[in-house]
């Protein structure tokens, strides 16, 4: 130990801890706040509730493993490490790994739950369900692939003679296959609401305001990419591994936080029409159009049905000839008695009308 008294002992562990944590906070909020406006006065819950539900929870101990790990000497040098410290360590860093894979996994989910309620056309729900199916396939075969990665399993954390493991290159694809999936997802659930909700029958504000809280999940891709460059200079086989999976394990965990944030930011539409109330803005209202009507001048909402499909009897008075509507004959029916020829034909119609 005297011999490494002139080599630094910095951790990297606490500043990561330090940044993740104020997100992580904002996100366990964002859902209480969701889940209570959700149980009262009515209790609305649903899919995309339980599910980020389920997500927050397994963050909370993911979090609480981090501090562990952090603790017991992540973030540090390799000679600020002892053996045992190591395979704690490494220990709680491949539990993070199992638990951590379903989150992300999990808010998309929640995310599609969400615009389910939204649609209704087949073309839609199809490719709402296909990226539902998509990031639960992901999450599945990952989760999967960590656990049999090596053989046996404790090899992940400690030596064990005789242990196999897979290749780096697996690993890589393993890797960059599930930062593909989630910028996917990321993309597709930020993206899709646009068109969605652009076509409720909402005010343009309220529609803005919906649209820029589904799009706050494209911030998480910036982590995602973040989190690709430092895959890519990531050392494995580094003497210095306690130290080196830092970058890769903050990004991971600022991911979960903001997928968190951004998945419940949209059930947030309430609290924040208040406050924009209260700046002097206007209340949401429905959009009301001005449609054209025989029997009223009043505007007509969208969505009260009208329906005017024949002229009143008053307008037709006025016609200096008469004019007769026969309805269709059905099959088989009996022939119509035979018009008076004092009656003037059909073509004689556009002529009065003129006049």
């Known amino acids: 130990m005297e011999s490494n008294a002139h080599l630094p002992h910095s951790s990297l562990g606490p500043r990561a801890l330090g940044i993740v944590t104020p997100f992580l906070i904002v996100g366990v909020l964002v859902v209480a706040v969701r889940i209570y406006t959700r149980v009262t006065p009515v209790y609305k819950l649903d899919a995309s509730d339980y599910t980020i539900s389920v997500a927050v929870i397994i963050e909370v101990i993911v979090y609480s493993l981090f501090i562990a790990s952090v603790t017991s000497g992540l973030g540090r040098y ?6 045992e410290q190591g395979v704690k360590t490494l220990r709680y860093v491949y539990v993070v790994i199992l638990l951590s894979t379903f989150v992300p996994a999990l808010v998309r ?3 599609g739950f969400l615009l389910l309620k939204f649609v209704l056309t087949k073309a839609w729900r199809a490719i709402i369900w296909c990226t539902i199916g998509i990031q639960a396939a992901c999450a599945i075969s990952t989760e999967i692939f960590q656990l049999i990665q090596c ?3 404790n090899a992940q954390w400690e030596q064990v003679p005789d242990a196999r493991c897979l290749s780096a290159r697996q690993i890589w694809i393993c890797g960059y296959t599930t930062i593909g999936v989630a910028l996917f997802g990321d993309l597709a659930l930020a993206v899709m609401p646009m068109f969605i909700i652009w076509k409720l029958n909402r005010s343009t504000l309220e529609r803005c305001l919906i649209s820029v809280l589904m799009a706050l999940g494209l911030v998480a891709t910036v982590t995602v990419i973040m989190r690709l460059v430092e895959m890519r200079t990531l050392d494995f086989a580094s003497p210095e591994r306690f130290r080196t999976l830092i970058p ?3 990004w991971l965990r600022m991911e979960e936080a903001i997928l968190i944030i951004a998945s419940s930011a ?3 539409k309430s609290p924040i029409e208040h406050v924009l109330h209260k700046f002097g803005l206007p209340v949401f209202q ?4 001005k449609l054209t009507s025989f029997h009223s001048s009043n505007p007509v909402s969208d969505t009260t049905p009208r329906l005017h499909h024949q002229r009143s009897q008053q307008e037709l008075v006025g016609y200096k000839q008469p004019i007769i ?3 269709p004959r059905l099959e088989g029916a009996e022939d119509p008695p035979s018009i008076s020829n004092d ?5 004689d119609i556009p002529q009065a009308l003129t006049r």
Do not use: C, G, Q, T
């Open 325 to 327: 509507m026969h309805e």
């Open 343 to 347: 009656i003037r034909p059909l073509s």
């Open 248 to 250: 890769v394990y903050f």
């Open 109 to 111: 989910i929640s995310v």
């Open 151 to 153: 053989r046996p399993i």
């Open 266 to 268: 949209p059930m947030l």
């Open 78 to 83: 390799s000679y600020d490490v002892s053996p």
């Open 286 to 289: 429905p959009r009301v159009r």
